[in-house]
């Protein structure tokens, strides 16, 4: 499989698969295909992985294409304004990222849920207590609201981010809940009551314009019904 991502601020994923390829895609997530891809939705895994993936923000259905009589080309395109990530998973290394951030990957890439292991990291970090896994081998395309920033954290190195912002990171970076320190600065800071701090070794991909933000931003300007 070969890929390329285009187009902004709403870009789309174009896989170029060989025969008897297949791509894993969340329900309605597909754009544009050749007339050779076969489609197939299924539990992928049974009822524990059905479940896990309803947990974690997704359908608990999965739509598989596969490449037949020839090779095969398929789209799928962004459903928010931000971009699309490409990763490549292995046996030595897994990757968590936030809620419905899942929009394809290779038949080989395994998407889990993944439970915060601190309550309070659950409970008031930006990501809640569920987020998503991925494993297995291959690429897995993401959703990121706005655009992407990197940071490859050394052993023990930590960077705090506020609400909503950490996308992605190595499944090797630890994540952890802090409170603001100082009433005030709580009460008149405007940056709410938690922070989130990241530590590493590993990478962690933050993302410019959480649509939780956006979404606040706009509820605003929408007239009362009262």
């Known amino acids: 499989m070969r890929y390329e991502i285009s187009g902004t601020p709403l870009p789309v994923v174009t896989c170029y698969l060989e025969n008897g390829e297949t791509m894993k895609t969340e329900k309605g997530a597909m754009s544009w295909m050749s007339p050779n891809m076969e489609m197939k939705t299924n539990a992928g895994g049974g009822i524990s992985k059905m479940f896990s993936r309803a947990f974690s923000g997704e359908s608990i259905f999965q739509n598989k294409y596969t490449a037949v009589n020839g090779d095969g080309m398929i789209a799928f395109a962004s459903s928010f304004p931000g971009m ?12 968590i990222a936030q809620k419905s951030a899942f929009l394809a990957s ?15 990291t659950g ?70 009551f938690f922070n989130t701090k990241v530590t590493g070794p590993g990478k962690v991909y933050l993302q410019t314009m959480p649509i939780s933000n956006i979404a606040g931003t706009i509820s605003r300007f929408i007239p009362s019904s009262n």
Not at 106 to 120: C, R, Y
Request: net charge negative; charged share 20%; proline share 0%.
């Open 84 to 95: 699309i990530l490409a990763l490549e998973v292995s046996a030595s290394k897994s990757i």
């Open 106 to 120: 290779e038949n080989g890439v395994d998407m889990s849920i993944h439970f915060q292991k601190k309550l309070s």
């Open 123 to 192: 409970f008031f970090g930006g990501e809640g207590f569920i987020m998503q896994k991925f494993s297995g081998n291959g690429y897995v395309f993401l959703e990121i609201d706005g655009s992407i920033v990197e940071y490859n954290l050394a052993q023990g190195e930590s960077i705090i981010v506020d609400t909503g912002y950490l996308a992605v990171m190595d499944e090797s970076v630890n994540m952890e809940i802090q409170s603001v320190k100082g009433l005030g600065n709580m009460i008149a800071g405007g940056e709410g």
